[in-house]
């Protein structure tokens, strides 16, 4: 990792955690919601999800980490979850990638620390 792709797994790790956070949060309250507001709140997570995963493969081509592909992956679990009825159940998924992106991002920061930029 050089100094470039460090400061831009940090940044692109902090922006994607939020976006998990919010998409788990938005699911949870899901649960409370009128079944007829169910479909536009489900469309609306959807399409945060599909903003999440763009950022990841930013991520990848900006810093050629394969660590953020199987990111990608969990994610993707998660949409299949949502995708079939279950929105609930990809919380779980959510939670792994949130982990794993946590993972990239302290590592990212410990060499960034490192080399005294941080």
């Given at each position: 990792m050089n100094t470039q792709e460090a400061i831009m797994a940090f940044s692109q790790s902090e922006k994607i955690k939020s976006g998990i956070i919010w998409v788990s949060q938005a699911l949870e309250l899901l649960r409370g919601l009128p079944a007829p507001e169910k479909p536009g709140a489900e469309k609306t997570i959807k399409m945060k999800i599909d903003m999440i995963v763009q950022e990841i493969r930013l991520a990848e081509k900006v810093t050629g980490d394969p660590d953020w592909k199987d990111i990608e992956t969990v994610i993707d679990q998660a949409l299949?979850?949502?995708?079939?009825?279950?929105?609930?159940?990809?919380?779980?998924?959510?939670?792994?990638?949130?982990s794993r992106v946590t993972s990239i991002g302290h590592r990212s920061m410990s060499f960034l620390k490192e080399e005294g930029l941080l």
């Amino acid at each position: 990792m050089n100094t470039q792709e460090a400061i831009m797994a940090f940044s692109q790790s902090e922006k994607i955690k939020s976006g998990i956070i919010w998409v788990s949060q938005a699911l949870e309250l899901l649960r409370g919601l009128p079944a007829p507001e169910k479909p536009g709140a489900e469309k609306t997570i959807k399409m945060k999800i599909d903003m999440i995963v763009q950022e990841i493969r930013l991520a990848e081509k900006v810093t050629g980490d394969p660590d953020w592909k199987d990111i990608e992956t969990v994610i993707d679990q998660a949409l299949v979850m949502i995708n079939s009825g279950v929105a609930l159940e990809s919380v779980l998924h959510l939670t792994q990638a949130l982990s794993r992106v946590t993972s990239i991002g302290h590592r990212s920061m410990s060499f960034l620390k490192e080399e005294g930029l941080l």
